[in-house]
């Protein structure tokens, strides 16, 4: 079987693309959708364009396609996305990071069906307290690049989180009744290493801005790679 992996750089979408390998499917691109608008309903937004390093530390061709943000709009975006990637490198479905948006899910799975392409997603109603244990325990490392909730310190924001952040994450998500893996919303991250990357990316640079009471992003200014051991 032949997927593409729709690739936001998030942890979600990272570790969709691990199982799916991992369960030996063969993988020839990655897809992103770039959106023009931060309240895409359907894609990630915060610092989507330094993707390409994750693509180029894994070895994966990365297919980027622009769209609208515009509810609805998006969605004719993403079946041109689906129907480019299927004529150029013969794909037969698509893995997708899809965690507890049923809406998300629900439209790629109507968009991929139309088109003929099977969707796997492998992280669907899982249990995102222990998800996000396993995620460390396996190796992937992140940075949070976006806040939006009470109870998360914008200290975190930039910092390549260690098993004490995550475990704060959770406590506080438990506290303030947010989502533990930040599905809803709440917060945005980007992985900087993980199992199928052959270089470490090292954020150089980068600048905290705050949006709102409880609302912050982090913006990546400079990225490099570094050889793993």
């Known amino acids: 079987m032949r997927v593409c992996a729709l690739f936001s750089g998030g942890k ?3 570790y969709a693309l691990h ?3 991992l369960k030996g499917f063969e993988v020839p691109c990655l897809l992103t959708l770039r959106p023009a608008r931060v309240d895409s309903w359907m894609f990630h937004y915060p610092n989507i364009s330094w993707t390409r390093y994750q693509a180029e530390a894994m070895g994966i061709p990365q297919v980027i ?4 943000g515009i509810k609805d709009l998006e969605l ?3 079946r041109e996305a689906f129907i480019s990637v299927k004529r150029r490198f013969g794909v037969d479905g698509v893995v997708t990071g899809a965690l507890l948006s049923d809406y998300q899910r629900m439209m790629i799975n109507i968009v991929a069906k139309d088109v003929g392409l099977k969707v796997y997603s492998p992280l669907w109603r899982k249990n995102q307290v222990n998800y996000l244990r396993d995620l460390y325990r396996h190796g992937f490392r992140f940075v949070l690049t976006s806040i939006n909730t009470m109870g998360l310190s ?3 924001l930039g910092k390549v989180l260690t098993i004490d952040d995550i475990e704060y994450l959770i406590n506080s998500a438990l506290r303030y009744g947010f989502n533990p893996a930040l599905e809803g919303g709440e917060g945005e991250t980007f992985v900087v290493d993980a199992p199928l990357f052959k270089y470490e990316l090292l954020i ?3 600048e905290v801005r705050r949006l ?3 609302s912050w992003v982090y913006i990546i200014k400079s990225i490099s790679l570094r050889p793993k051991a």
């Open 12 to 14: 979600d979408s990272s």
């Open 19 to 21: 199982w799916a390998v």
């Open 65 to 68: 396609h622009d769209t609208s």
């Open 76 to 78: 004719e975006d993403l």
């Open 154 to 156: 914008p200290r975190l």
């Open 204 to 206: 150089n640079d980068g």
């Open 212 to 214: 709102g009471e409880y």
